[in-house]
């Protein structure tokens, strides 16, 4: 939960900075101190809000499983998988040479 009173000063800034591997100038840290302040007061208001406790809803519609059943059937067998191809040698399909 947020802090009501949380603030960021320069030191700890710089120090989050510094962990995150960013080079900020003290010019960069003068600009970015409000904002990150006013950023955590925007939080704290939302951290007082009363809120009831429903389902939480990731997903707009209720999601389905849309394949079919997976059912065994009976396999071809390697003769009729290579009846349809004249590309076949030893019992195999037969591809183009890759190796020279």
């Given at each position: 939960?947020?802090?009501?009173?949380?603030?960021?000063?320069?030191?700890?800034?710089?120090?989050?900075?510094?962990?995150?591997?960013?080079?900020?100038?003290?010019d960069e840290v003068r600009?970015?101190?409000p904002q990150l302040n006013e950023v955590l007061?925007?939080?704290s208001v939302l951290g007082k809000m009363?809120?009831?406790k429903?389902?939480?809803?990731?997903?707009p519609v209720e999601l389905s499983n849309v394949l079919r059943e997976d059912?065994?059937?009976?396999?071809?067998?390697?003769?009729?998988a290579l009846s349809n191809t004249k590309h076949k040698k030893y019992g195999y399909f037969r591809g183009p040479k890759i190796i020279q």
């Open positions: 939960m947020f802090l009501a009173n949380a603030r960021v000063n320069a030191e700890t800034l710089k120090r989050v900075a510094r962990n995150a591997r960013l080079n900020l100038s003290d600009e970015f101190l007061e925007k939080f009363k809120v009831e429903v389902k939480p809803s990731f997903q059912n065994a059937l009976e396999c071809l067998t390697q003769e009729e």
